[in-house]
């Protein structure tokens, strides 16, 4: 089979692989769509998972089952399927204490483009099919599919972390896909103003579309600063953070009220320290909370949130801008996220309608 691959830091090309086994527990699945992420750009051109050679790329796709081990119960050859990111193994002493984003180890509920190929292939390997697939709704395209992989669950995830409630001032801070997705959540959680950090028009409109009340343009000064004249010095009760860098944590510690929350979905491919302001952090007793997680995954998760889509009450085809056919459009859709021109939130690569 070919796959589109990681050559090394800073190098990628088409590779021939052996077509996966299927272990008793597994399924082997061939993509229909597949969307191009963020994190793809930090692991190859920043290094971030460190060096992988020919390591196929990719962890976000709907697909069509093409085999199944024998002890699968729930699926067959021909089910179409969601796709999670994050394929935990749920037999695992970590998912059984509610962490299996975690099983095996950190992240290591991350595997696609991680720690074996990922999905930009004719075929990939599934592990613990029954508890990592999800039958795609008829409702559901093949495009938005590929949004419940990864973008929703992320900012979803984000919301939960920072703990959202009625009513409550929420700062969101980059409003990409998982950062707009994160606005979209707290807004279902019933948040009564929604302050959205961000700089590109297409991303500003999307951002309003799913109810941020207020724009903040990082470009403008600093994020606290503009937070404070917005909330006359109040500051906001729980802030998601879904973009920007190392240094992103201290506007947000300094925007945030004392008891409030923090959670932080975002990716960080460089930098080797986050720094805390000390005073703003109450020196150290400011009960002001600060928790970053990696989405959870699996079919529970699947079925769920690709419920929220298929009844009509999450439209996700904002974030598809820019959607391709055939495998030969992959390398310029890679590119094209790697060089994030203006109008780009998300490119998607249709392989089969």
């Known amino acids: 089979m070919k796959g589109y691959a990681m050559l090394k830091i800073g190098s990628v090309g088409w590779v021939e692989k052996e077509k996966p086994a299927c272990g008793a527990m597994d399924a082997i699945c061939k993509p229909l769509a597949i969307a191009i992420c963020t994190s793809d750009v930090h692991t190859v051109w920043e290094g971030a998972v460190g060096e992988r050679h020919d390591m196929i790329l990719g962890h976000e796709c709907c697909a069509e089952v093409v085999e199944v081990g024998a002890d699968v119960k729930d699926f067959k050859p021909g089910d179409r399927v969601l796709v999670p990111a994050i394929t935990p193994d749920w037999n695992s002493l970590e998912a059984q204490a509610?962490?299996?984003?975690?099983?095996?180890?950190?992240?290591?509920?991350?595997?696609?483009?991680?720690?074996?190929?990922?999905?930009?292939?004719?075929?990939?390997?599934?592990?613990?099919?029954?508890?990592?697939?999800?039958?795609?709704?008829?409702?559901?395209?093949?495009?938005?599919?590929?949004?419940?992989?990864?973008?929703?669950?992320?900012?979803?995830?984000?919301?939960?972390?920072?703990?959202?409630?009625?009513?409550?001032?929420?700062?969101?801070?980059?409003?990409?896909?998982?950062?707009?997705?994160?606005?979209?959540?707290?807004?279902?959680?019933?948040?009564?103003?929604?302050?959205?950090?961000?700089?590109?028009?297409?991303?500003?409109?999307?951002?309003?579309?799913?109810?941020?009340?207020?724009?903040?343009?990082?470009?403008?000064?600093?994020?606290?600063?503009?937070?404070?004249?917005?909330?006359?010095?109040?500051?906001?009760?729980?802030?998601?953070?879904?973009?920007?860098?190392?240094?992103?944590?201290?506007?947000?510690?300094?925007?945030?009220?004392?008891?409030?929350?923090?959670?932080?979905?975002?990716?960080?491919?460089?930098?080797?320290?986050?720094?805390?302001?000390?005073?703003?952090?109450?020196?150290?007793?400011?009960?002001?909370?600060?928790?970053?997680?990696?989405?959870?995954?699996?079919?529970?998760?699947?079925?769920k949130l690709g419920a929220l889509v298929a009844a009509g009450k999450l439209d996700v085809s904002l974030l598809s801008t820019h959607v391709y056919e055939g495998w030969d459009k992959l390398p310029g859709a890679l590119q094209l996220m790697k060089d994030k021109p203006a109008d780009v939130i998300k490119p998607v690569v249709v392989l089969e309608r």
């Open 98 to 303: 509610g962490y299996a984003m975690h099983s095996g180890g950190m992240l290591a509920g991350w595997k696609f483009s991680n720690f074996k190929d990922g999905v930009f292939a004719e075929y990939f390997h599934v592990n613990d099919a029954d508890g990592n697939l999800a039958h795609l709704p008829k409702e559901i395209n093949v495009v938005d599919a590929c949004m419940l992989s990864d973008m929703v669950p992320t900012g979803f995830h984000g919301v939960e972390l920072a703990d959202v409630q009625f009513g409550d001032v929420v700062l969101v801070i980059g409003i990409g896909p998982v950062g707009l997705m994160a606005v979209a959540g707290t807004n279902m959680r019933g948040a009564a103003r929604i302050i959205a950090v961000g700089s590109r028009p297409v991303c500003v409109e999307a951002a309003k579309k799913y109810g941020a009340s207020d724009i903040i343009n990082y470009k403008n000064g600093p994020i606290e600063d503009q937070v404070m004249r917005l909330t006359d010095g109040k500051g906001v009760d729980r802030v998601i953070i879904a973009g920007g860098t190392v240094d992103t944590f201290a506007s947000a510690v300094k925007a945030l009220k004392p008891g409030g929350k923090i959670g932080s979905v975002n990716y960080l491919g460089s930098g080797d320290s986050i720094r805390i302001p000390r005073v703003e952090w109450g020196v150290g007793m400011g009960h002001k909370a600060i928790v970053g997680g990696l989405m959870p995954g699996g079919r529970l998760r699947m079925e």
